[in-house]
């Protein structure tokens, strides 16, 4: 199966790492457009792809990893959001100064969710550095925690099914606004808790 990624950052390469690793095949895009990222994809290996953004959007798990402010305008560019599953990396602060957005009280998933109507949206990945994805998730004899949360249970079992392929035990925190507060970053309790599952 081809995973779309929007993003060829840190966030983006180390979850790309780890799909490979899994058996997945990976379509990444980014900004500058598919030219850009011979070096990348070359790095990543033959599993791995350059996409236009349009291109990694169109498949069935597509995953966002891009900035925070980016998302209004390349998500809703994206014609017909129907029935595909979004992984949402994102964290609603802006490099380089970090600054949090305001959202009106949601959490930061809900409003992502929004910027991808008939998308399935599963909140995962935002609470580790990529440092800490791109490392081998099978540790000290168990597997590492990642965090997530929808309002689909279909698309989080089929998130948890490409989670546990990649050998990472995936933790399910209930729906967007529940699970999504103890996710938040900043705020939630849960960021930067790196366990592993035995
Ligand atoms: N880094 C972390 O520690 C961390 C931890 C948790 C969550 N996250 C979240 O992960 C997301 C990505 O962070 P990152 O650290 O990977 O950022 P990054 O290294 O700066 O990479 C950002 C990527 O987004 C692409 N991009 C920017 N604007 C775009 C646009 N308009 N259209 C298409 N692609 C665009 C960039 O394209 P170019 O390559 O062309 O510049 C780049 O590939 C953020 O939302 C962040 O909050 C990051």
């Given at each position: 199966?081809?995973?779309?990624?929007?993003?060829?950052?840190?966030?983006?390469?180390?979850?790309?790492?780890?799909?490979?690793?899994?058996?997945?095949?990976?379509?990444?895009?980014?900004?500058?457009?598919?030219?850009?990222?011979?070096?990348?994809?070359?790095?990543?290996?033959?599993?791995?792809?350059?996409?236009?953004?349009?291109?990694?959007?169109?498949?069935?798990?597509v995953i966002v990893a891009i900035p925070w402010s980016q998302l209004p305008s390349?998500?809703?560019?994206?014609?017909?959001?129907?029935?595909?599953?979004?992984?949402?990396?994102?964290n609603p602060i802006e490099p380089p100064h970090f600054t949090v957005a305001d959202?009106?009280?949601?959490?930061?998933?809900?409003?992502?969710?929004?910027?991808?109507?008939?998308?399935?949206?599963?909140?995962?990945?935002?609470?580790?550095?990529?440092?800490?994805?791109?490392?081998?998730?099978?540790?000290?004899?168990?597997?590492?925690?990642?965090?997530?949360?929808?309002n689909d249970n279909e698309a989080k079992a089929d998130v948890d099914a490409v989670?546990?392929?990649?050998?990472?035990?995936?933790?399910?925190?209930?729906?967007?606004?529940?699970?999504?507060?103890?996710?938040?970053?900043?705020?939630?309790?849960?960021?930067?808790?790196?366990?592993?599952?035995?």
């Amino acid at each position: 199966m081809t995973i779309g990624i929007l993003g060829a950052g840190a966030m983006a390469r180390a979850l790309a790492k780890r799909l490979v690793a899994g058996g997945f095949t990976v379509a990444m895009s980014n900004r500058r457009g598919p030219t850009s990222l011979t070096d990348v994809v070359t790095a990543l290996g033959p599993a791995v792809r350059a996409a236009t953004v349009e291109q990694a959007a169109a498949h069935p798990i597509v995953i966002v990893a891009i900035p925070w402010s980016q998302l209004p305008s390349v998500l809703g560019g994206i014609r017909d959001w129907h029935d595909r599953i979004v992984i949402d990396t994102t964290n609603p602060i802006e490099p380089p100064h970090f600054t949090v957005a305001d959202l009106e009280g949601r959490t930061s998933s809900e409003v992502v969710s929004g910027l991808v109507p008939a998308a399935r949206l599963v909140k995962a990945f935002n609470t580790l550095t990529p440092s800490v994805i791109a490392r081998d998730p099978r540790e000290g004899g168990g597997h590492r925690v990642i965090f997530y949360c929808g309002n689909d249970n279909e698309a989080k079992a089929d998130v948890d099914a490409v989670l546990t392929a990649c050998g990472f035990a995936g933790v399910d925190l209930g729906d967007l606004a529940a699970g999504g507060r103890l996710m938040q970053f900043p705020g939630g309790s849960l960021p930067a808790l790196n366990l592993i599952k035995l």
